[in-house]
C-alpha cells in the first residue's frame, strides 16, 4: 500500500481520514495544524479513507502522560476492510522508523493489551 504524510502546507487539499464529519472534521483539521509546529505527524493511505496514524513528541502532548523522549501515538486507525492486510504494521513501521531519526527512544501508545497482541505487539506495562 502507499502512504502518504500530510503536513501543514498541504492538509488543506488532503482527506484527513477521520471518521468525524461536519464542524467535528473542520475543528480536528484546525487542530491538527496548530499541532503539525510541536512536531506531530499525521501519516495515511494514500487510498482515501483507510488507515492512518497521528503522533506527536510526548513532551507536546496534549493529554497527562510521561514520556519524555518518546513519540505518542494519539490514534492508529485501520478501517474495516483494510484490517488484515498489514496496515497496522505498516505505519507503525513508519513511526518507528521517525523516531530513530528524531533521536527519540521509540513510540508510545495507550492501549489495551488486547488490541496490542491482536496487532502482533507484545506489551510492556509500566516500562520506558
Not at 500500500?1 to 484527513?16: G, L
Not at 479513507?49 to 494519539?74: M, S
Amino acid at each position: 500500500m502507499e502512504y502518504i504524510r500530510i503536513a501543514k502546507d498541504s492538509i488543506d487539499a488532503e482527506h484527513i481520514c477521520c471518521t468525524m464529519s461536519g464542524k467535528q472534521a473542520l475543528a480536528k483539521e484546525e487542530w491538527l495544524k496548530r499541532r503539525f509546529d510541536e512536531g506531530l505527524v499525521f501519516y495515511r493511505s494514500a487510498e482515501r479513507g483507510k488507515c492512518f496514524i497521528e503522533y506527536i513528541p510526548a513532551e507536546n502532548e496534549w493529554v497527562p502522560i510521561q514520556a519524555d523522549g518518546y513519540l505518542h501515538i494519539n490514534c492508529l486507525w485501520i478501517a474495516g476492510a483494510m484490517k488484515g492486510h498489514g496496515c497496522s504494521n505498516d505505519l507503525l513501521r513508519e513511526c518507528v522508523k521517525d523516531a530513530k531519526e528524531r533521536g527519540r527512544k521509540g513510540p508510545c501508545i495507550q492501549s489495551d493489551k488486547k488490541f496490542l497482541k491482536l496487532a502482533g505487539v507484545q506489551a510492556r506495562e509500566g516500562q520506558r
